[in-house]
């Protein structure tokens, strides 16, 4: 029987979850072990891509909060379910906001430091709904490994980047 690196997540979501990460190990690769200029590209190119992942974050809560998860049916009409509330649809957005914010910091690693910490709230951000029971079992699963290995990859970037 093959082990599974995190049982009960469906198994499209996680390999296809893995393969999300390529580019966040691949340009920490091309900054460290590539010569020439290269190094700067790859950053921003890290960078730009945790920008992008942390609004498909968020338009995770989004969409979650458009199909009701977690709370009670509502009527098929056109009137909004219960669950999108300002809060969680303004939770939804923040990421991109973050993920924006970390692209025009004029130094790189302050913008990796930002989507370090806008990672954090976001996986703050699912341990609550997983907790309130507006997202699938198996998400939190799914996104503690995910972000783990995210913020390895970022971290490992701060760490190693050539300085600019």
Do not use: K
Request: glycine share 12%.
């Amino acid at each position: 029987m093959p082990v599974r690196p995190a049982p009960g997540v469906p198994a499209p979501a996680l390999w296809l979850g893995l393969a999300g990460l390529i580019p966040f190990y691949g340009c920490l690769a091309a900054a460290v072990l590539v010569p020439g200029g290269l190094a700067p590209i790859a950053v921003q190119a890290q960078m730009g891509y945790g920008a992008v992942i942390l609004s498909f974050l968020g338009g995770v809560h989004w969409g979650l909060a458009m199909t009701g998860a977690g709370v009670a049916a509502v009527p098929a009409t056109d009137a909004a379910p219960a669950s999108m509330s300002w809060t969680r649809l303004g939770w939804s957005v923040l990421p991109s906001l973050i993920g924006w914010a970390a692209l025009l910091l004029p130094r790189p690693g302050a913008g990796l430091g930002l989507l370090t910490i806008g990672f954090i709230l976001m996986l703050a951000g699912d341990m609550r709904a997983a907790a309130a029971g507006t997202a699938p079992r198996w998400y939190l699963p799914l996104r503690r490994l995910l972000t783990a290995l995210v913020l390895v990859a970022l971290t490992l970037m701060l760490l190693l980047m050539p300085p600019a």
